[in-house]
C-alpha cells in the first residue's frame, strides 16, 4: 500500500511523529512524509492513503507549517472525491480549543470531498504520554481496520 503522510507542526511534535510513522509503516509499504508547507495539489492521489497528522497552536489556530496548506486548499477548492485519509491531531486538553488546529483541516479535507476513514487520533500533551507512541498505536489499529477492509473487497 502507498501511504503519505502529511504533517503540520510548529515546534516539531509532528515532524518527529511523521518520521516514526514513516520507520513503522516502511517495511511493508510505500511510504513518504511531507511538510503541509510543500504540499502542492497534484500531492493529493487518489493511489495514496493520507494519515495527517497535525498540532494546534495560538487559540485553536493551525501550526505554521500548515497554514500554506490550508490557504492552498481555501484559494483552489480542488475536488478531493477518491482521496482517502485518516487524522491524527496533537493538542492538550487544558486548552478549550483542544486539537482544534488537526480539525480544521479535516473540515477542509471533508468539504472538499475526501472521506476521512478510521478513528480520529489524539494526542494529548496534558497526559504525560509521548506523542509518538499514541500516533504509533492509532497508526497500527489502523492499519488493521484497512487490511480487514482489504480482505474483504
Ligand atoms: C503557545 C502554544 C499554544 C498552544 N495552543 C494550543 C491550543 O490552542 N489547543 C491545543 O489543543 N493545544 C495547544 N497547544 C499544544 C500543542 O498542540 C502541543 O504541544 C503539540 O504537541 C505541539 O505539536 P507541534 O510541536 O507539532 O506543533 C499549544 C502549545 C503551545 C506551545
Sequence with gaps: MKF????GTESGNAETVADDL???LSADNEVESIDMTDAELDT???DAFFLVVCSTHGDGGLPASAVPFAELLDAERPDLT??????FGLGDSSYETYSRGSERIDERLAALGAIRVGE??????????LPNDT???WARDL????????AVA
Design 44 to 46: 493529493l492521489t487518489p
Design 120 to 129: 480520529y487520533g489524539r494526542h494529548d500533551a496534558s497526559d504525560g504520554s
Design 4 to 7: 503519505v503522510i502529511l504533517y
Design 135 to 137: 500516533a504509533l498505536e
Design 82 to 87: 477518491g482521496i482517502r485519509y485518516a487524522m
Design 143 to 150: 492499519v488493521s481496520t484497512l487490511d480487514d477492509v482489504a
Design 22 to 24: 514513516v520507520d513503522e
